[in-house]
T-cell receptor, first 113, second 114 residues
Framework: DVKVTQSSRYLVKRTGEKVFLECVQD?????MFWYRQDPGLGLRLIYFSYDVKMKEKGDIPEGYSVSREKKERFSLILESASTNQTSMYLCASSLGTLPYEQYFGPGTRLTVT | AQSVTQPDIHITVSEGASLELRCNYS??????LFWYVQSPGQGLQLLLKYFSGDTLVQGIKGFEAEFKRSQSSFNLRKPSVHWSDAAEYFCAVGAQAAGNKLTFGGGTRVLVKP
């Protein structure tokens, strides 16, 4: 079974803090994704990576950056957290170059106060 | 670019009754279609997927979905709902031209009445 883990289930940070969310997958998947989930808006893609050190912007990259130094690990960084970044953050991974199924971690609920 | 619409934000169904969740997509070529379920506080779990072939797809937990090209739809069904089916359901579409990305619908929250 594919396992995707995220570093925290719940996180509370203050406005202006730098925030790191980490995601690890154990199935040697090439692709990794970061989404944010807000009520009524579904999942929106922030960034994704199709290989080590490679990244592409998703639909809502503003205010975020990412890092992928190892194949199994994909980090989402909020350089200066703001209250409008309070959300559920989901990490996912998938195999290959086609739109195959993505496997999701349990999510991190981030609150910025 | 592809898009996905789930017209129903909330659905309430009685335990034992049938359930159908609607999903409409917009994409010119044959899409890759998925249904995921999210239980409260959890990540998303894949229920079923359609890439090609038989348009009626069986998934886990007794769910099935039917791809109808003429209607650009991929509706999810379950003949008899259990209380544990209360969750949020997401339809997603992928396109070969878009590489490995998926586009998700806004979700449908299912409430199950005893």
């Amino acid at each position: 079974d594919v396992k995707v883990t995220q570093s925290s289930r719940y996180l509370v940070k203050r406005t202006g803090e730098k925030v790191f969310l980490e995601c690890v997958q154990d199935m040697d998947h090439e692709n990794m994704f970061w989404y944010r989930q807000d009520p009524g808006l579904g999942l929106r893609l922030i960034y994704f990576s199709y290989d080590v050190k490679m990244k592409e912007k998703g639909d809502i990259p503003e205010g975020y950056s990412v890092s992928r130094e190892k194949k199994e690990r994909f980090s989402l960084i909020l350089e200066s957290a703001s209250t409008n970044q309070t959300s559920m953050y989901l990490c996912a991974s998938s195999l290959g170059t086609l739109p195959y199924e993505q496997y999701f971690g349990p999510g991190t609920r981030l609150t910025v106060t | 670019a592809q898009s996905v619409t789930q017209p129903d934000i909330h659905i309430t169904v009685s335990e034992g009754a049938s359930l159908e969740l609607r999903c409409n997509y917009s994409y010119g070529a044959t899409p890759y279609l998925f249904w995921y379920v999210q239980s409260p506080g959890q990540g998303l779990q894949l229920l079923l997927k359609y890439f090609s072939g038989d348009t009626l797809v069986q998934g886990i937990k007794g769910f099935e979905a039917e791809f109808k090209r003429s209607q650009s739809s991929f509706n999810l069904r379950k003949p008899s709902v259990h209380w544990s089916d209360a969750a949020e359901y997401f339809c997603a579409v992928g396109a070969q031209a878009a590489g490995n990305k998926l586009t998700f619908g806004g979700g449908t929250r299912v409430l199950v009445k005893p």
